[in-house]
């Protein structure tokens, strides 16, 4: 599957500064292992969408993190592999086309047509290897053939495959949560604890036996469709390797997503750990209260690019609050956005001495190696005496995607 054109991203002014991110797994903030990958490019894999509804500013903002990690490691000379799938066969998805009375595979291309033009208002890095589960089912396959021949899968009727969380003895090491909490998310977030014979409520499923009424694809343990989170692990680990630098996604992908993804992974190739980093972004509210295709209060990026809304103003209303944080969406925020953005672009037009505008560049770099603390990083420029040969332009456009031509 193709993704979306590759914006032009400027050589960056000034010196280097290692990342450092937060690592929920680790619970703390380290530097990102650059040499982690054995081919030397650094692996980034970020879960896509379920391509059922348009993307709005909680996905955005998710994937604005992920392009601004893409940018300090451009801009500090490594070479980045970035992978990201598209989950285009799901019950989500397939109870969506039901409601609305379409087929789901016309439902699912046209919000991936959508997702795509989104991205490309904001000038979002496109993933090298943008991948869909219809296209990796082979990959799925084979590593469930993988888990069950090690033992660490099981086969219960109706051609269901589950994982056992025991198949690794670090299982809940990524997202740190205890076991009652692990449950309630389970439940909440697309598991099936209540499912007869599973060894444990909170087994994962890796294959789902056809259904009538499902879509399904031939396998050697008989039709059916993969799990979700079989589905990433696949992905990144045929794409990476077994191991890779960051894993990311959304905060509620913490558990059970990632910390599935990630043990399939470790349970299937015997290493210790999938990703060196796992980073997630924070939930966006629109007014106080969490955005919700239930509650209909959604903020669409077409819809604000419809309305004239500058997109370097979209990326900067989103990095007034720091990436971890669950943080509020407001029209008035945006406003001060636009006015920001407009303050720049005044500023940046007048000269100022080489020397103080290289000391600007050489802060932001520091704020954004720092965890990504665009809050401190628009004060920065905020600062900005002028900018002498568009060295503080090119470096807004390269590290913070923002554009001040």
Request: with cysteine.
């Given at each position: 599957?193709?993704?979306?054109?590759?914006?032009?991203?400027?050589?960056?002014?000034?010196?280097?500064?290692?990342?450092?991110?937060?690592?929920?797994?680790?619970?703390?903030?380290?530097?990102?292992?650059?040499?982690?990958?054995?081919?030397?490019?650094?692996?980034?894999?970020?879960?896509?969408?379920?391509?059922?509804?348009?993307?709005?500013?909680?996905?955005?903002?998710?994937?604005?993190?992920?392009?601004?990690?893409?940018?300090?490691?451009?801009?500090?000379?490594?070479?980045?592999?970035?992978?990201?799938?598209?989950?285009?066969?799901?019950?989500?998805?397939?109870?969506?086309?039901?409601?609305?009375?379409?087929?789901?595979?016309?439902?699912?291309?046209?919000?991936?047509?959508?997702?795509?033009?989104?991205?490309?208002?904001?000038?979002?890095?496109?993933?090298?290897?943008?991948?869909?589960?219809?296209?990796?089912?082979?990959?799925?396959?084979?590593?469930?053939?993988?888990?069950?021949?090690?033992?660490?899968?099981?086969?219960?009727?109706?051609?269901?495959?589950?994982?056992?969380?025991?198949?690794?003895?670090?299982?809940?090491?990524?997202?740190?949560?205890?076991?009652?909490?692990?449950?309630?998310?389970?439940?909440?977030?697309?598991?099936?604890?209540?499912?007869?014979?599973?060894?444990?409520?909170?087994?994962?499923?890796?294959?789902?036996?056809?259904?009538?009424?499902?879509?399904?694809?031939?396998?050697?343990?008989?039709?059916?469709?993969?799990?979700?989170?079989?589905?990433?692990?696949?992905?990144?680990?045929?794409?990476?390797?077994?191991?890779?630098?960051?894993?990311?996604?959304?905060?509620?992908?913490?558990?059970?997503?990632?910390?599935?993804?990630?043990?399939?992974?470790?349970?299937?190739?015997?290493?210790?750990?999938?990703?060196?980093?796992?980073?997630?972004?924070?939930?966006?509210?629109?007014?106080?209260?969490?955005?919700?295709?239930?509650?209909?209060?959604?903020?669409?990026?077409?819809?604000?690019?419809?309305?004239?809304?500058?997109?370097?103003?979209?990326?900067?209303?989103?990095?007034?609050?720091?990436?971890?944080?669950?943080?509020?969406?407001?029209?008035?925020?945006?406003?001060?956005?636009?006015?920001?953005?407009?303050?720049?672009?005044?500023?940046?037009?007048?000269?100022?001495?080489?020397?103080?505008?290289?000391?600007?560049?050489?802060?932001?770099?520091?704020?954004?190696?720092?965890?990504?603390?665009?809050?401190?990083?628009?004060?920065?420029?905020?600062?900005?005496?002028?900018?002498?040969?568009?060295?503080?332009?090119?470096?807004?456009?390269?590290?913070?995607?923002?554009?001040i031509a």
């Open positions: 599957m193709h993704a979306w054109p590759h914006p032009h991203i400027p050589a960056v002014p000034g010196t280097a500064v290692p990342l450092n991110l937060y690592d929920t797994a680790d619970q703390r903030i380290k530097p990102v292992d650059v040499t982690a990958d054995a081919n030397g490019e650094v692996g980034l894999y970020v879960c896509g969408i379920t391509p059922y509804d348009s993307t709005h500013l909680g996905h955005a903002a998710t994937y604005l993190t992920f392009d601004l990690i893409q940018r300090q490691l451009l801009a500090n000379g490594h070479q980045v592999h970035y992978v990201q799938n598209i989950t285009d066969v799901d019950d989500p998805l397939f109870e969506r086309a039901e409601r609305d009375g379409v087929d789901w595979r016309e439902l699912g291309t046209s919000q991936i047509d959508l997702f795509r033009s989104d991205m490309e208002i904001l000038s979002v890095i496109p993933p090298r290897d943008y991948i869909g589960a219809m296209e990796s089912i082979d990959e799925v396959i084979a590593m469930i053939e993988r888990l069950l021949e090690t033992g660490a899968a099981y086969e219960l009727d109706h051609g269901d495959i589950y994982a056992p969380i025991t198949a690794t003895r670090q299982f809940g090491y990524e997202s740190n949560l205890d076991r009652a909490t692990m449950e309630a998310y389970f439940a909440e977030r697309g598991g099936d604890p209540d499912r007869a014979g599973k060894r444990d409520p909170l087994d994962a499923l890796l294959w789902r036996g056809h259904r009538e009424g499902e879509p399904a694809w031939e396998s050697p343990f008989g039709p059916g469709r993969p799990g979700w989170h079989i589905e990433c692990s696949a992905i990144a680990t045929t794409r990476l390797g077994a191991q890779f630098a960051i894993q990311g996604g959304g905060s509620d992908l913490a558990f059970p997503h990632h910390e599935f993804s990630a043990a399939h992974a470790e349970a299937a190739f015997g290493v210790p750990r999938m990703a060196g980093h796992y980073v997630h972004a924070g939930m966006i509210a629109l007014d106080g209260v969490k955005m919700s295709k239930s509650l209909g209060n959604l903020v669409f990026v077409h819809k604000l690019s419809e309305a004239g809304h500058d997109p370097s103003a979209i990326r900067l209303a989103v990095f007034a609050g720091h990436y971890r944080a669950d943080r509020d969406f407001t029209y008035e925020g945006l406003d001060r956005a636009e006015a920001r953005l407009a303050a720049w672009r005044d500023t940046l037009a007048k000269d100022a001495e080489r020397g103080d505008v290289e000391v600007i560049v050489g802060k932001l770099r520091e704020a954004l190696a720092d965890d990504l603390d665009t809050p401190r990083a628009l004060e920065i420029v905020d600062a900005a005496p002028g900018d002498r040969d568009g060295m503080l332009a090119a470096a807004l456009d390269g590290l913070l995607g923002v554009r």
